[in-house]
Nanobody
Framework: QVQLVESGGGLVEAGGSLNLSCKAS????????IGWYRQTPGKQRELVAS???????NYADSVKGRFTISRDKLKNLTFLQMNNLTPEDTAVYYC???????????WGQGTQVTVSS
């Protein structure tokens, strides 16, 4: 019983930055893992970054050193700070949560990130 809403996407030039936000509601205390995925038309959705409820981090190799995932549990927010963006980062970015003992996947609607050359 978790709902996720993403925001913060937009159009930026290569080398620029964006900070995505994921707002969780419903029963956010049941989240075991929360993270960000991205998807481009014609490609599979891929994991970008995740963080467990205990703070363990995981990043895709392609974003290590450029992206940072963090949580503000009091505000039920999860952020993805994206720096030094490249056109290859262009995608719809989705917030994902693994919820409860059943490990139910919950997805937001996505936010578009477009990086121009």
């Amino acid at each position: 019983q978790v709902q996720l809403v993403e925001s913060g996407g937009g159009l930026v030039e290569a080398g620029g930055s964006l900070n995505l936000s994921c707002k969780a509601s419903g029963n956010p205390f049941s989240i075991n893992v929360i993270g960000w995925y991205r998807q481009t038309p014609g490609k599979q959705r891929e994991l970008v970054a995740s963080i467990t409820n205990r703070g363990i981090l995981n990043y895709a190799d392609s974003v290590k050193g450029r992206f940072t995932i963090s949580r503000d549990k009091l505000k039920n927010l999860t952020f993805l700070q994206m720096n030094n963006l490249t056109p290859e980062d262009t995608a719809v970015y989705y917030c994902n949560a693994v919820v409860g003992m059943g490990m139910v996947d919950t997805w937001g609607q996505g936010t578009q990130v477009t990086v121009s050359s």
